[in-house]
């Protein structure tokens, strides 16, 4: 069960983006629901036009792999243009198959539905991705 109130069309585009995560390639169109000049920002100095974020992806599954998402949360506020979404993002180490669980939570600024940026906030102390 999701927490929080939100549109069919908000979850639909947050699952299209965990989907393109989870597979690695872009099979339901998830880029389309970026703005051209739409920003992804995370922990350690991320920051992603949206026309880079394919290759990030597809590095990032050249690394490491099992990903698993699970979205526990996800709030519109009133007039649509922000979301509030937490996540736990589970994902294995294929160099020696070391996991963790990691709890994410995600500011998403909308314009016209479009995603503008996409802020992440979490905690890299405990994640296999950042013990190297």
């Not at 979490?122 to 994640?127: A, L, N």
Request: hydrophobic share 45%; charged share 25%.
């Amino acid at each position: 069960m999701i927490r929080g109130p939100h549109s069919p069309e908000q979850l639909a585009l947050v699952e299209r983006q965990i989907a393109v995560w989870t597979a690695g390639v872009d099979s339901v169109g998830a880029l389309d629901d970026w703005t051209t000049d739409g920003v992804l920002t995370a922990p350690r100095g991320v920051r992603l036009h949206a026309s880079e974020v394919m290759g990030v992806i597809e590095g990032w599954h050249r690394e490491f792999c099992d990903l698993r998402i699970e979205l526990t949360s996800l709030v519109s506020s009133a007039d649509s243009a922000w979301l509030a979404i937490e996540w736990t993002w589970n994902v294995t180490r294929r160099s020696d198959g070391k996991s963790s669980a990691m709890l994410d939570a995600i500011i998403v600024e909308l314009a016209d539905g479009l995603i503008v940026e996409w802020r992440e906030y979490f905690d890299t102390f405990d994640s296999v991705e950042f013990d190297t």
